[in-house]
Nanobody, 127 residues
């Protein structure tokens, strides 16, 4: 019954902005590690950003200062605000979730650590 549904993708000009949403059901966003990943054809799924239960965030170097990950607890929704988009940002973006283990560590940037995934939303950047 766990479902993650991304939305908000589309076509934007280089330098433009876009906000992605991930509507979550079956689990509570505030109790899970929530992340955004992206993937282009022929490439491995890459880490973009993550927010921990405490609210601490981490980003891949190439998006720091341009992307912001956040959550709305009341709506049980995850967001990715993207600004100053570049051609290199063009990809299918996925939201993902995993529980925080007790007495263990998590590799937040490793897609293999996340058991729950959305189906993705396409972000196209024209240049």
């Amino acid at each position: 019954q766990v479902q993650l549904v991304e939305s908000g993708g589309g076509l934007v000009q280089a330098g433009g902005s876009l906000r992605l949403s991930c509507a979550v059901s079956g689990l509570t966003v505030s109790r899970y590690i929530m992340g955004w990943f992206r993937q282009t054809p022929g490439k491995e799924r890459d880490f973009v950003a993550v927010i921990r239960r405490t609210g601490t965030t981490y980003y891949r170097d190439s998006v720091k200062g341009r992307f912001t990950i956040s959550r709305d607890v009341a709506k049980n929704t995850l967001y990715l605000q993207m600004s100053s988009l570049e051609a290199e940002d063009m990809a299918v973006y996925y939201c993902a979730a995993r529980g925080a283990p007790v007495g263990g560590s998590v590799s937040y940037a490793d897609f293999r650590e996340y058991p729950y995934w959305g189906q993705g939303t396409q972000v196209t950047v024209s240049s």
